[in-house]
């Protein structure tokens, strides 16, 4: 098979994706007015009272999951990159077992809104909070400018709008889902997309796999025809041990860090919903993946690398330029609209959870030192999450033109080096102090931010000056130096209090919360 010629009308006004996304909108916004009703109290705003089952929460934690960088982005990087391009699905993947097994039940037992709540379960409030709003809302930030610029620019290509009319539609969308419907409407809109984004794929699928019999091998066979055999080997994409190790443990570990995934496991009503919901999550992300591999490989045996790299340089087109190339214009328009959604939907996610850090931690816990009235909290969370879209509109448009691929990185490797290791010690090490426990959050925030400063990326990529850091991901560094540092502070000031509540912590971790027992402990 000869790669055809690709003539897209990709950065035109589609009629099919424009009455596909105004009927999500529509669809979605009266989910918003229903959930609205229904969303009184902070617990209600926050985690949706509780009352999203293992199978709902399963969607939506794969709707949280799969962003457009997930869809469009492995896409390409397989079209471009073969084989090497399943380095990113499958370090999310396996990032999942952890929180299966590490994470989903002892959060669920010891937590309320946020992850801060099981680090300062039985330590000092007020610092630990402090420095989990740190890494939240730093994670928060950046995972939010690479989404909305990234935004900005695939609408401009995908629909012919202008950058900054694309960011103003995503941030307005997105500020009425969360301000009125909170975690409710986000849950819904969530579910909603994930089965719109997997029926979307899966049809493409099926529609290249058509051209090859339905068989997988004939498609691979093709692509080893076309550009070789090492295109179904590994080795070229990251070609350093280092960098491969590296990477892979910000990807495994900082999705057990994300604060927007964390939060998701206070949706359910008890433990068991929590590990059933993450069985069923990684079921739909790993079959996901696999069919981002189909669309990768047929896109590069269909179209030809030449021809997806003439309409962007990174591949980011490949999926929608594939779904034009055989499922026609209007394919094309649902395809474009599927991934629009995708974004709304992950960026409502994002806010959410920075709104529960400012609003619970912050404002709550820390200003109020746990004494807020529960009208308070409601209106204080609300405005916190206006003022997080407003905030994620400006920083999209501030960041316009700029190259922010990086940010979701950082914001992996920063879940990884300043949530994760405060997070497991805190429930596995009976040691583990305050002082321990800010140490670590912030010398893995603090550290993953310099050390991608100084990485390849930023300095070569970026600035094209030498860098002073070798490896592009800094994981392989800043996760083991946030556990030593949270071991040694801790062993240097012991704080006998917090290894007197660590029975009682074990327990709750196992068996949960009795009836009517406080779920924050006292400042």
Do not use: C
Not at 337 to 358: D, H, P, R
Not at 492 to 517: C, I, N, Q, T
Request: proline share 5%; aromatic share 10%; no cysteine.
């Amino acid at each position: 098979m000869n790669p055809q010629n690709v003539e897209t009308s990709i950065g035109q006004p589609n009629t099919t994706a424009i009455v596909f996304f105004l009927a999500f909108v529509g669809l979605t916004l009266g989910i918003t007015y229903w959930a609205a009703r229904r969303t009184k109290t902070t617990s209600e705003f926050f985690t949706a009272g509780g009352g999203v089952s293992a199978v709902q929460n399963g969607f939506a934690l794969a709707g949280d999951f799969m962003s457009a960088a997930s869809f469009l982005g492995i896409a390409g990087l397989v079209a471009l990159s073969g084989f090497d391009g399943l380095i990113y699905s499958v370090g999310w993947l396996v990032g999942w077992p952890v929180v299966t097994f590490l994470i989903a039940e002892p959060l669920r037992n010891l937590g309320k809104y946020t992850f801060a709540d099981v680090v300062a379960y039985r330590l000092k409030q007020t610092p630990v909070r402090l420095a989990a709003a740190v890494g939240t809302l730093t994670v928060v930030s950046f995972y939010l400018i690479a989404q909305m610029v990234g935004a900005g620019n695939l609408i401009r290509m995908m629909f012919g709008l202008s950058y900054e009319a694309a960011v103003l539609i995503v941030g307005g969308v997105m500020i009425l889902y969360v301000l009125f419907g909170g975690m409710i409407a986000t849950t819904w809109v969530q579910i909603v997309k994930a089965v719109l984004l997997l029926a979307g794929a899966s049809a493409l699928a099926l529609m290249v796999l058509a051209r090859f019999s339905y068989n997988p091998l004939a498609l691979f066979r093709e692509a080893v025809a076309q550009y070789g055999p090492e295109v179904l080997a590994p080795g070229k994409l990251v070609s350093s041990p280092l960098e491969a190790v590296s990477l892979g443990l910000a990807l495994m570990f900082g999705t057990a860090g994300l604060p927007h995934i964390l939060m998701r496991f206070y949706t359910v009503p008890n433990a068991k919903a929590a590990r059933g919901s993450v069985f069923y999550a990684t079921g739909l992300i790993g079959y996901f993946y696999l069919v981002t591999f189909i669309l990768g490989f047929g896109a590069s045996v269909v179209l030809g690398r030449a021809s997806i790299t003439g309409v962007d340089k990174g591949g980011n087109m490949a999926a929608p330029l594939l779904a034009e190339a055989v499922g026609g214009t209007p394919f094309l328009g649902f395809i474009s609209a599927v991934a629009f959604a995708t974004i709304l939907a992950v960026v409502a996610g994002l806010t959410l959870s920075g709104a529960a850090a400012l609003s619970h931690d912050l404002w709550t816990h820390v200003v109020r030192r746990g004494q807020a009235p529960e009208h308070e909290q409601l209106r204080v969370a609300r405005l916190a999450s206006f003022g997080l879209g407003v905030l994620a509109i400006i920083l999209g448009i501030v960041f316009k033109g700029q190259n922010v691929a990086f940010m979701v990185g950082l914001a992996f490797a920063i879940a990884a080096s300043g949530n994760f290791p405060a997070l497991l010690l805190s429930m596995a090490w009976r040691g583990f102090t305050t002082r321990g426990a800010v140490a670590s959050m912030l010398t893995g925030s603090v550290s993953a931010v310099l050390l991608i400063f100084l990485s390849p990326t930023v300095q070569v990529e970026m600035l094209g000056r030498a860098a002073l850091f070798p490896l592009k991901n800094p994981a392989l560094v800043t996760m083991p130096l946030a556990f030593f540092v949270g071991w040694v502070v801790s062993l240097l000031k012991p704080e006998p209090e917090a290894s007197d509540r660590f029975p009682e912590v074990r327990h709750r971790m196992h068996v949960g919360a009795e009836p009517g027992e406080n779920v924050i402990a006292p400042h």
